[in-house]
């Protein structure tokens, strides 16, 4: 009688959630049993007889927390071209920590990571328009203060302001070399994962600008700095 009654419920939810998913097919509502879709949020335990509460909603068919760096990420699924995992992705004996084996109606071993996910790890978001303003902002400010501590004429400026130039087109280059790794991956979680966390000095770097101690802007103000000091 009790399993006749756990049957009858497992039925019963198996419906409810077909209810929920649109006439396209696709999930109007984005569920994570035993994960925390944002911050704040507490992860409810899987229930096969009732429908789990609605996590956000998003224009896409699932989503999924993963630990990437220091924060927890929302990462966004399509629907694979296939069902079956290609050769080489079976899923891990031991899979990710960080990675949530297959759930029910979810399984990661055939879910293919959305291309957006890229740009909201490296860049906060999805805008394309003001990424280079943002970079050419941090070097006016970075030149700035370095044109006061220096006490550079318009010469030396100029070469400063360049370099740094230089090195915004060169982080835009390994963002896009990572970006290719990271569309070759999409289709297998794992590594598609990896590939976001190895993004994050990317990341980093745009947040403050690239022009750390190796940097072209670096290098051509440690020039300046010696001539000066050889004009002395």
Known sequence: MIQAERLLGAIVGVAL??????AQGIDDRIFIPNLKAVEGAKPAPWAPAAVP????RLKTGHAISVQIGARRQ???????ESPD?????????EPDQAVAPPVRGLDLRISVIERENFDRVVFGGTERA??????????????????????????????????????IKRLFGR?????????????????????????LPLSDEYQVGPFGKESLFAKTLRTIEEEQAARR
Do not use: C, M
């Not at 929302?74 to 694979?80: D, F, G, S, W």
């Not at 963002?175 to 976001?196: H, K, P, Q, S, W």
């Open 175 to 199: 963002v896009e070399e990572t970006r290719a790794e990271f569309d070759a991956a999409r289709g297998r979680f794992n590594e598609a994962i990896r590939v976001l966390r190895r993004a």
């Open 130 to 167: 003001p990424r280079s303003e943002h970079l050419e902002r941090v070097l006016l400010a970075r030149l700035a203060r370095e044109a006061l501590v220096y006490q550079l004429g318009g010469e030396q400026r100029e070469k400063l302001r360049l370099a740094g130039l230089g090195d």
């Open 85 to 93: 995992p290609g050769p080489g992705d079976e899923w891990d004996e």
């Open 74 to 80: 929302l990462i966004t699924l399509e629907a694979p």
């Open 53 to 56: 509460a609605p996590v956000r």
């Open 17 to 22: 959630l077909g209810q929920v998913a649109g």
